[in-house]
């Protein structure tokens, strides 16, 4: 989980548009509701499985994730001009 978390999240912050139309709900059309709402229950199984190894506490749910997503996006942009991968840390 925490690799595939780290991958979206660098998959995020370099496709701005995507972002955009995904996490800040700006554009909208069938399509992309249909992929806003599946995104937690596309997470269900991946959570389950790293909280049931120990790597991710129990209390994560998916409609955390967007929430990580959009936080770790906002770093990224905020300091993109000083220190652009600052945002793995």
Do not use: C, K, N
């Not at 991958?7 to 709900?25: I, K």
């Not at 994560?60 to 994730?65: A, E, H, K, L």
Request: charged letters at 20%.
């Amino acid at each position: 989980m925490a690799g595939s978390a780290a991958r979206f999240a660098a998959w995020s912050v370099a496709t701005v548009g995507l972002h955009e139309v995904l996490m800040l709900g700006e554009h909208t059309s069938e399509p992309i509701e249909t992929a806003r709402g599946g995104m937690p229950l596309f997470l269900v199984a991946p959570i389950g499985r790293a909280q049931e190894s120990g790597d991710l506490r129990p209390e994560v749910t998916p409609s955390d994730i967007p929430v990580i997503q959009h936080m770790l996006y906002a770093a990224a942009r905020f300091t993109r001009g000083q220190e652009p991968d600052i945002w793995r840390r």
